[in-house]
């Protein structure tokens, strides 16, 4: 007579990333500059006294995670929505419940899990938006007036940079608090509890793992402990056959059965302006070894090969400039080369062209004389270009001086001629001072004798 199989509670039946999902501040691995005694975030959960945050983090790094927390800690009424499936009318109903329970002044901490405790304490209402970047603007206008009159503490969690994607009056009345990926110990001791933990995780099953097992799916996560988590739940219930047969699972067992995660990379997101940075940074430094790390991760990631080769083009001018005028050439034959060729062919392209421009003599010359030439040019207003290098195309423009003592360079035997180009209130102004690097060495030279010739008055 078969035994009749008993159907899992919802908790069983939740993903081990959901079952491990800490409960307690003590319980939270990586954070302790934020958790640890004296920290910002537990001081202000004991004080009770919690401001508006944004939790800024990679994915699985605890964000939901800590506020779920933070709710647990608290006298406050808790409220969560997610961006992605709400809109400013939920928005609205949560504010319309948060006035109500402030009105009525007390709440039990226990009311973040539904319970319907009953214990005094303060009459506040946290609300955790996940994924907060995807409001737009007159979303995030939404809850200006209720954050500013404290009828909601407002806690956003987003993995985009919040200085591009909330607005600033939002902003200035949250704290923005940075959550830290996860560190390779870390995520090995959460695996480790997983594995143990008979209640909440798989421990009832005996699984037999061998310790380098746990690291190997540590660093496939690159920090995101809800990925090692699913990776590690994946991994035991393709292997069940084995651990019914007592069998100690190695590395080889999960290389086998899972393909390796794709490097993480958000195009739209913070993964795109780091690395771009990264790249840029590396180029400006001659490191040619970590520009070609730093692009082929890029390209790994799904990036557009033109908005790199723009970039590109864009750093032969502000860090290359005229130390080596063969940059800019080279980069845009680059592009175009890659705009006919495309992936994977154009790629090569790219390379060459990364290649040259962190072994070429650099200079920010043009780009600093630029930016001295734009705001002396917003300062200086309206000053008229001195008469003698004006057209005089009329007879009333002549007889006003236009043109007057204009000097033809090209009359004389050096090309040059003492003449005043700038306006008189200018004269002798110099945005432009070349380093004594590739090209721009001659170019140097150039001006000094230039400026000999105008000193004798040539």
Not at 33 to 38: D, E, K, N
Not at 73 to 83: G, I, K, P, Q
Not at 130 to 139: G, V, Y
Not at 432 to 447: D, H, K, T
Request: hydrophobic residues 40%; charged residues 25%.
């Amino acid at each position: 007579m078969s035994r009749k199989k008993t159907r899992p509670t919802k908790r069983e039946a939740a993903p081990l990333a959901d079952r491990m999902r800490p409960e307690t501040l003590d319980e939270i691995l990586g954070q302790d500059h934020l958790l640890a005694p004296g920290k910002i975030i537990r001081e202000a959960i004991s004080a009770d006294r919690l401001p508006s945050l944004v939790f800024w983090g990679p994915p699985g790094c605890g964000k939901t995670t800590l506020a779920r927390v933070i709710a647990r800690h608290t006298h406050c009424h808790f409220e969560s929505l997610s961006a992605v499936l709400s809109g400013v009318k939920d928005v609205r109903q949560v504010v319309e419940r948060a006035q109500v329970n402030r009105e009525k002044g007390a709440f039990g901490a226990g009311e973040a899990e539904g319970e319907s405790g009953e214990e005094e304490g303060s009459a506040g209402t946290i609300l955790f938006v996940d994924e907060i970047h995807r409001f737009n603007k007159s979303q995030q206008d939404a809850f200006l007036p209720f954050v500013e009159d404290g009828t909601i503490i407002l806690i956003g969690a987003t993995t985009e940079n919040p200085s591009f994607e909330l607005i600033s009056a939002l902003l200035s009345r949250c704290r923005v608090v940075v959550l830290k990926s996860l560190e390779k110990a870390h995520l090995t001791a959460l695996l480790k509890r997983a594995v143990a933990d008979s209640e909440r995780g798989l421990g009832k099953l005996s699984v037999q793992l061998a310790p380098e097992l746990l690291e190997l799916i540590a660093d496939q996560a690159g920090g995101d402990a809800r990925y090692a988590l699913n990776l590690l739940e994946t991994f035991v219930g393709l292997s069940r056959e084995a651990i019914e047969q007592g069998k100690v699972l190695q590395t080889e067992d999960l290389l086998q059965s899972l393909d390796r995660r794709a490097a993480l990379y958000d195009k739209a997101g913070e993964g795109h302006y780091n690395l771009i940075s990264a790249f840029h940074k590396s180029l400006r430094g001659s490191d040619v070894d970590a520009s070609l790390y730093w692009l082929s991760r890029m390209l790994a990631g799904g990036e557009d090969g033109l908005y790199i080769a723009r970039r590109m083009v864009r750093f032969a001018s502000e860090d290359i400039g005229n130390a080596d005028p063969q940059a800019l050439t080279l980069t845009l034959a680059a592009k175009e080369t890659f705009h006919f060729l495309g992936h994977p062919e154009g790629e090569l392209a790219l390379a060459q062209a990364a290649v040259y421009l962190a072994t070429a003599p650099k200079s920010n010359s043009v780009y600093m004389a630029f930016k001295a030439a734009q705001k002396c040019a917003a300062k200086s207003g309206s000053l008229s270009p001195p008469a003698h290098i004006l057209n005089a195309p009329t007879k009333l423009m002549k007889e006003l001086g236009y043109g007057k003592g204009y000097r033809y360079a090209h009359d004389h035997e050096t090309g040059y001629v003492r003449q005043d180009y700038l306006p008189p209130a200018l004269e002798e102004t110099r945005f432009y001072e070349p380093v004594n690097r590739g090209f721009e060495r001659e170019i140097s030279r150039r001006l000094d004798y230039w400026r000999k010739l105008k000193a004798q008055g040539e």
